[in-house]
């Protein structure tokens, strides 16, 4: 791919690739997947960066992702394919087993993936891929290598899950990153782990931009609504009442929806009134990656 003016901007979701294991069958899932994928439904160029095993779910995983559509820089490691174990409770609310030592945990570095890169507008990472020393030197290296311009977002999805964090990761990413999605419950965990002020929401999220100078920090409170803070700029949506049928995914979709709308112009407002209406649609769907319908995706 070239990057004259008519290409599509390259979106990159870089971290963990594996198989949720749902009450109804095993779906092809991950953060970064989920993020590419969606991102590719708004017209912009997804790429989603991981690893699997040699094993038949590694196998099944990569025709899986091939039938999504999309671009991806998937490396073959004599590691198993990941996998989670997922429930989910009476509100569709999930609840994650992950496997360790797996495929995820052992991104390599190639001269291939420093071209992707270098060529690359936006990339999506957490923390939970960086709870191995290889992937997280990987997605350092990514991030550093990726174009200085002043348009170029480094995300950091915060995504807290098991144990799988630790205070230097937590502090390095902000270090990386110039756009920041957490949500309540994790803003909690953090706090003491950044020695925060005591205060309010909207005191602790100012704190954390200005510590780690941010451009963005993304706020999502469940039911209860979602902030978009930049600079002076404060922007709140209250969460749509829907039929749920699971929440997998939803915050994914929310940040895909959210960065795809920015970089097609939108302002902050519009851009989170995007995200809110792509993450309630996603709810009301079994699975993370659902065919997104026309009046979501025309923006």
């Not at 390259?10 to 953060?31: F, N, Q, R, S, Y």
């Not at 290598?145 to 990761?169: A, G, V």
């Not at 999220?205 to 100078?213: E, F, G, K, S």
């Amino acid at each position: 791919m070239n990057s004259d003016k008519n290409t599509p901007a390259t979106i990159v979701g870089i971290g963990e690739i594996l198989w949720d294991m749902l009450p109804d069958g095993k779906k092809a899932g991950g953060a970064p997947l989920n993020f590419s994928y969606h991102v590719n439904q708004f017209g912009l160029h997804g790429c989603a960066v991981s690893a699997i095993g040699k094993d038949e779910l590694g196998k099944e995983l990569l025709d899986s992702v091939t039938k999504l559509g999309m671009e991806t820089q998937i490396a073959i490691t004599d590691h198993p394919t990941g996998t989670v174990d997922v429930t989910l409770d009476a509100d569709g609310v999930p609840a994650y087993e992950i496997t360790r030592d797996v495929a995820w945990d052992n991104i390599p570095w190639t001269p291939e993936l420093e071209a992707l890169a270098k060529r690359t507008r936006a990339a999506a990472f957490g923390s939970l891929a960086q709870r191995s020393k290889t992937s997280r030197e990987t997605i350092r290296r990514f991030l550093c290598s990726m174009p200085k311009e002043d348009d170029t977002l480094k995300i950091f999805d915060i995504n807290l899950r098991q144990d799988f964090y630790d205070p230097e990761t937590l502090t390095e990413s902000l270090g990386l990153c110039n756009v920041l999605k957490i949500n309540d419950e994790e803003l909690e965990i953090i706090k003491p782990i950044l020695n925060l002020p005591s205060g309010s929401i909207k005191e602790s999220c100012q704190a954390i931009m200005n510590r780690y100078n941010l451009r963005i920090l993304i706020l999502t409170c469940g039911t209860k609504g979602s902030y978009i803070f930049s600079g002076q700029e404060e922007s709140f949506i209250a969460t749509p009442i829907v039929e749920v049928a699971d929440t997998v995914g939803a915050g994914d979709s929310f940040t895909a929806a959210f960065t795809s709308s920015l970089i097609k112009g939108s302002s902050i407002a519009d851009a989170h009134r995007k995200a809110v209406e792509t993450s309630a649609y996603v709810c009301t769907c079994h699975g993370a990656t659902p065919r997104l319908p026309a009046h979501i995706t025309n923006c």
